[in-house]
């Protein structure tokens, strides 16, 4: 059979035809579509790449910062359990502190109660010793005593020192009241006489004398003339002996030794 050479080109011209039409309208569309499609693909993973990576950035920067956070919270816990110990132990030193503060406080008041206590009954037990002694006297005192005590004291009168006589010799004198001698009991007019004898001779002058009786003197005689006072009686070494007692006692309970008074060589005779 004959080969018809116009049907054959015509269906090779059909074929191309085809081809071309089919890779102008089928085949570049569909590559086209899987280009861009590979490419949103591409862009996708690139996108989901970078997002991850962020998310490991962000993760590794949680776990950094979650780090520092437990550091600082370890240093702040550190600081504050020192902070309470050291608090505690101040607290514990001033309260102990405090304590030893009023234990001292107190003992110092039990101790100065003690020593009041001791002194008020020290001073209580003289004044009783003295106050008996002195009314056991004052019961004991008769004339003949009391002119026994006279005749001491014009003697003490003329046997005065120059420091207290030109003392009370110029009271006496610069006075315009008369001196005034005290006695326990009323003394005698010839007692009168002697002692106001004695008070002219040793101030050499004509005094002017009153005799007044002081029953609270014990057995003794007092002259006083101007604000001076010249004195001598039983009372005066009761006094004397009382003072020089308590002095005793004082230094013996004093936290420190003290220099010990002089004891008056007179201690009967009192001038001021």
Do not use: C
Request: proline letters at 3%; zero cysteines.
């Amino acid at each position: 059979m004959p080969i018809d050479w116009f049907t054959v080109a015509a269906q090779a011209l059909n074929f191309i035809i085809l081809v071309w039409l089919m890779k102008r309208f089928l085949y570049k569309p569909i590559l086209n579509a899987i280009d861009t499609r590979e490419k949103r693909i591409a862009a996708e993973l690139a996108n989901a790449d970078a997002k991850k990576s962020e998310a490991r950035d962000e993760r590794d920067e949680f776990q950094r910062k979650n780090q520092e956070f437990d550091q600082q919270r370890a240093t702040l816990l550190s600081q504050a359990t020192d902070q309470a110990n050291a608090e505690g132990e101040r607290l514990l030193d001033s309260a102990r502190t405090a304590a030893d503060a009023l234990s001292a406080k107190r003992l110092d008041g039990l101790q100065s109660e003690v020593k009041t206590l001791q002194q008020a009954l020290r001073q209580r037990t003289q004044e009783e010793v003295f106050a008996i002694t002195r009314k056991a006297l004052t019961d004991l005192a008769t004339t003949s005593l009391e002119e026994r005590i006279g005749e001491v004291f014009t003697r003490r009168l003329r046997a005065m020192d120059g420091q207290t006589k030109e003392g009370l010799a110029e009271a006496l004198t610069t006075s315009s009241e008369p001196a005034v001698v005290r006695s326990a009991l009323e003394l005698s007019a010839d007692q009168r006489a002697a002692i106001k004898a004695a008070l002219n001779e040793t101030f050499s002058a004509d005094l002017q004398v009153t005799f007044e009786t002081a029953p609270s003197l014990v057995s003794g005689i007092e002259l006083s003339a101007n604000g001076h006072k010249l004195a001598w009686s039983i009372a005066g070494y009761l006094d004397a002996l009382a003072k020089d007692i308590g002095q005793m006692v004082d230094q013996h309970t004093a936290p420190r030794p003290s220099t010990n008074s002089r004891i008056d060589s007179k201690p009967g005779v009192n001038s001021q």
